[in-house]
């Protein structure tokens, strides 16, 4: 960038790059359940396995592409730890997280449209229980726990291999991730989840992200995260 950080011009770059990648985040998340669920012959197994390795791969090219100029969060949770340690200047933390609500919602409208469905869709898919909470708060304290303690230049593979991970050993399959679930309430897929399962999710990834902090205190504090609007 050319501009000083504090220009108006990196700040409205930074968010629409948080845009842009929450939107292709849950259009690969969203797109490929659709197309795994159509071509997996009713075997669930085969098509979050199929889901989990478009995710892990779009996820890791996302973050290195957009990282440098927003820091990829794509995730509201993300961005509140990222402010709250300083990492991301706090007035930028409300366009941020609006931005990401955008994009997911955008995201789901796109994969929709790739496949000729319609586009206003409200899923009908519940996931509720503690189970799927706990395994919420597990999955996002995990991931903020890696995107903490990652070493320089190891962040996007390590988060993308974190995500891979927690689609099978949680209950929930591992949203971690507001901006998503909010999204994902959009479409009644194979990725859905029905707005009364969606507070529940939300809250627990929430909790997660604070428990993320607090295990990275735990471990001997602070590694410097390079933020782009410093």
């Known amino acids: 960038m050319t501009a000083p950080l504090n220009s108006p011009l990196p700040r409205a770059c930074a968010y629409f790059a948080e845009a842009l990648g929450t939107a292709l985040l849950l259009a690969i998340v969203i797109g490929s359940g659709i197309m795994a669920e159509h071509l997996s012959g009713g075997n669930i197994a085969l098509a979050l396995l199929a889901n989990t390795a478009a995710t892990v791969g779009g996820l890791y090219v996302l973050i290195e592409v957009l ?111 507001p901006a998503a679930a909010f999204g994902r309430m959009f479409s009644d897929s194979f990725a859905g989840i029905s707005p009364a399962s969606v507070p529940g999710f939300v809250l627990a990834q929430l909790l997660g992200a604070a428990l993320g902090l607090g295990l990275h205190g735990l471990l001997g504090g602070r590694l410097k995260i390079r933020s782009e609007l410093k």
Request: net charge positive.
């Open 67 to 177: 990282g440098p100029v927003s820091g990829a969060h794509f995730n509201p949770a993300v961005s509140a730890v990222m402010a709250w340690r300083g990492e991301l200047v706090r007035g930028d933390l409300l366009p941020y997280v609006l931005a990401q609500m955008l994009g997911a919602v955008l995201g789901a409208w796109l994969a929709h449209a790739m496949f000729d469905l319609s586009l206003i869709q409200i899923s009908t898919k519940p996931r509720l229980g503690l189970g799927q909470w706990i395994a919420e708060a597990v999955a996002t304290a995990g991931l903020l726990l890696v995107i903490l303690r990652a070493p320089a230049g190891r962040a996007s593979s390590l988060v993308a291999a974190y995500i891979g991970a927690a689609y099978w050993f949680t209950a929930s399959t591992s949203f971690a991730n």
